[in-house]
């Protein structure tokens, strides 16, 4: 059995890797997917699959918010509280620079949309967190642009895996820091950050890929990059209006979360297709 990792689109005539994939599937009895998207892909070719989304230490990434004050959260970052003061923080934390070519963008996760997301913006309304290591060209475009940021680590010219790696433990708190995540990647099995942002009521925007749909309101998940940008654009314009809406879909989408990637319910679908593929004939 095989899972994909990454997201194997077969009805795209140029994906890079389908030779690759066949290869593979010739070998494979079943594969496992981590999202509906991929696995109507796999439907539609005949390739035989199984659910399982990937899953998250939901008792680390669970609301923070309760438990400490903002104040405390930018104290342990070393964040100026002037920094973000009537301000949105908008969050992302993947790595958006190649390790083979630092000022090169990684096409996977799309840095250029969160640029253009964050150009059209009001720069007295928020400000950008970064997290991790080889965040490189993202905020090489946030100076270009006068994009307003604060990037948790030391910047650097060089490689900065090493330097500016957090430990996962630190990730629940940084998320607890948001009013928004923003998900701008053009291909994915994942993210992860979706599981997490949503386990920790973190509200989070997507682009339409991996498992985005299968976990974050439909309303806010995108196709459409203009609307995208409009719909961000509204929020933090009127984010006191907008603020009450969507505490609602923030504890739907919660509920969703511990409900399908639950121990039991992980354990559960992996015990079925156990049973299943044992007595299944390729």
């Given at each position: ?15 890079i890797?389908?030779d690759?994939?066949h ?8 594969w ?8 109507d892909?796999?439907d539609k070719?005949?390739?035989?699959s199984?659910y399982?989304?990937f ?11 309760e ?23 908008i ?9 083979s ?5 990684k096409?996977?996760k ?22 991790g ?32 790696s957090?430990?996962?433990t630190q ?9 928004i995540?923003?998900v ?17 009521k ?23 990059s203009?609307?995208y ?6 929020l933090?314009?009127?984010?006191d ?5 969507y505490?609602e ?7 969703k ?11 559960c ?14």
């Amino acid at each position: 059995m095989v899972t994909t990792s990454n997201f194997v689109n077969l009805d795209d005539e140029n994906y890079i890797l389908k030779d690759t994939f066949h290869k593979v599937d010739k070998i494979a009895k079943a594969w496992i997917v981590p999202s509906t998207k991929q696995k109507d892909i796999f439907d539609k070719h005949g390739i035989h699959s199984y659910y399982q989304p990937f899953t998250i230490d939901i008792n680390l990434f669970s609301p923070l918010k309760e438990r400490y004050s903002k104040k405390e959260l930018l104290h342990q970052f070393n964040i100026p509280e002037d920094v973000v003061i009537n301000k949105l923080i908008i969050g992302s934390f993947q790595r958006d620079s190649l390790g083979s070519n630092l000022k090169k963008p990684k096409w996977q996760k799309g840095p250029e949309l969160l640029i253009q997301l964050l150009k059209g913006l009001p720069r007295d309304k928020f400000i950008l967190l970064l997290a991790g290591p080889r965040r490189h060209f993202v905020i090489s475009q946030c100076k270009k642009y006068n994009i307003p940021y604060f990037f948790v680590g030391k910047e650097s010219l060089e490689d900065d895996v090493k330097q500016n790696s957090l430990e996962i433990t630190q990730m629940p708190k940084l998320y607890a820091l948001l009013d928004i995540y923003l998900v701008t990647s053009s291909s994915e099995g994942g993210p992860k950050a979706v599981l997490e942002s949503i386990a920790s009521k973190t509200f989070i925007m997507s682009t339409d890929v991996g498992l985005s749909k299968d976990f974050i309101d439909n309303k806010f998940v995108f196709s459409d990059s203009i609307e995208y940008k409009n719909t961000l654009f509204a929020l933090v314009k009127n984010d006191d209006s907008y603020r009450a809406s969507y505490k609602e879909i923030i504890e739907e989408q919660y509920k969703k979360v511990i409900k399908i990637i639950g121990n039991e319910a992980m354990d559960c679908r992996l015990f079925e297709i156990y049973r299943e593929i044992l007595n299944y004939k390729k």
